[in-house]
């Protein structure tokens, strides 16, 4: 079962269900945001390749990314730790310095959860924001003529990660994407403070493609990219090369950056920080089997739901 | 390390935190109350025992049996599963169909989560609930004189597991409350209807013992019950005497009964319903080292700290 079968059972199952597919669930009755993401040990991360303190940091950097992906203001968590009896006796303690540290940062309030036993470290927060403007984002808002905005570098996490697990040398830059994410929420707040109308907004938590994807797949809009447009670190380039690899894979498959991928009309892209926010394409036309195409060149890729499921990491396979 | 230890070195770490020890955290400035329960395999639950549907149920009920503690209604869930590749082709199925029919039953919405990979089947729910009341609940507020009160049977839970994990017969009745816990959000509102002032509530989930223990912690008084008093099932009598166990140690040290223990001044307790709840002792004196004295006909018992981790039953062990 891939995700988007899995996401279509709970949709059936569900008449109490108020799912947006979004990265955030928005509850009208209280202007709030709320979203959950779950960290397995030896799917999402190897306490051989991390520390509980950079653990405990991107934990929660990865609940506030979709927080601002939602372009509201995160307020408080919730965090479930599940831990087997090995863990290292200062593992508690330096997991919750790391969480302590960037709910600082981002003025966040730790309000509770529980502690439980597992074989293995699994960590679920909860993240709560606070609506703070009158427009929304959405997937489903990507319209046509609309500029696909991103923040940040594309590719240096599973770079990072391929690193890490193939034991190659690299770049302290590209090893701190994958072990240590920023949130995009400055970003998020200069995106709010130009809107006059709803938009489409999503992390890159799954990867460049995947994000665009399903942003195509929830407005039913195509979007055409150009891949020599994606900013990248000459980090990237440089560890791709010497390694004999191919950049632009870790760019538009590899996951876990953490960019916001904007969809936005012309005069709301004009009014902001071309530094921030590099536009990589457009929102085409509305499809009934919206797709991504991928420009390389003078070649053209079509990517629809099939090369994504080959292409991308599959937590399920 | 045990699970005082622990939260001691969380709230030494948390400069932004506000963990109140309670069942729910209450965002006063929202008027909310947010509760997250992660329930493991084989920790908490096995799948020779119980289904899809009723883990489904029951992970929701947990976290409904901590809103209940808190006196607000609950409104929204979200729901993180993290599920090893081998599960059963409907259990995703089965068990949002179990979600979904307690949810529907309890008026809630199921607004979000995520669903990724694992070893073992690993859910994390988180619950809000919205406040309902200008009285509010918490383990500290006990005081001198407040009658103990529970809500249904004590140790019908842990005896259905004890039944389950023996290969005993044992009664559906005691199956179900260890497979299907009811949250006792009706007797919640009972309680929300008589209140003049802020009272300790808690749910039994880690055990009777436990429940009074924590209380007496937080509010530093001792609390005196008699054992004899606690509501138990027939079929738990029953069941322990056949096969020759004490039944008052599913009494005091089962856990998971999910029922509600009350601390209320007299006259909120001559206002309720003496048929659901059940007084089994007072709160005694403020104490600098507070306690549990637990009356057993001639016999009393002074239960603190050592005796409660020896006793109950600990996920850390």
Request: charged fraction near 20%.
């Amino acid at each position: 079962m891939n995700e988007f079968e899995i996401l279509e059972i709970i949709n059936n199952k569900l008449s109490c269900n108020s799912y947006l597919g979004d990265d955030c669930a928005f509850l009208s009755d209280l202007d709030l945001f709320i979203t959950q993401d779950t960290l397995v040990e030896d799917v999402h991360f190897s306490m051989y390749t991390t520390s509980a303190y950079l653990l405990g940091r991107k934990s929660v950097a990865v609940n506030l990314s979709d927080i601002a992906a939602s372009l509201s203001i995160p307020k408080y968590i919730t965090i479930s730790l599940s831990l087997p009896s090995n863990v290292k006796n200062n593992f508690v303690e330096e997991f919750y310095r790391g969480v302590n540290d960037i709910c600082t940062e981002y003025d966040v309030k730790v309000v509770g959860g529980d502690i439980t036993g597992s074989d293995k470290i699994v960590i679920s927060v909860c993240a709560i924001g606070k609506k703070n403007s009158n427009f929304l984002s959405s997937r489903k808002f990507a319209k046509k003529g609309d500029y696909v905005l991103t923040t940040g570098f594309h590719g240096s996490s599973s770079a990072g990660l391929y690193a890490l697990s193939n034991f190659l040398y690299v770049d302290e830059e590209l090893l701190a994407a994958h072990l240590n994410p920023v949130p995009r929420l400055r970003e998020s707040s200069m995106l709010l403070n130009c809107l006059d109308c709803n938009i489409a907004v999503m992390d890159s938590s799954d990867g460049l493609i995947d994000a665009l994807y399903k942003i195509s797949l929830s407005s039913k809009h195509s979007i055409e990219v150009d891949i020599n447009k994606v900013p990248v670190s000459d980090k990237l380039i440089h560890f791709s090369k010497i390694n004999s690899l191919n950049y632009k894979e870790f760019v538009m498959w590899g996951g876990e950056d953490y960019e916001l991928i904007v969809c936005v009309p012309e005069n709301i892209y004009l009014k902001l920080d071309n530094n921030i926010f590099t536009c990589i394409g457009k929102v085409v036309n509305k499809d009934i089997f919206p797709c991504v195409y991928l420009k390389d060149g003078n070649s053209k890729f079509k990517i629809n739901a099939d090369t994504l499921i080959n292409k991308s990491y599959n937590h399920f396979a």
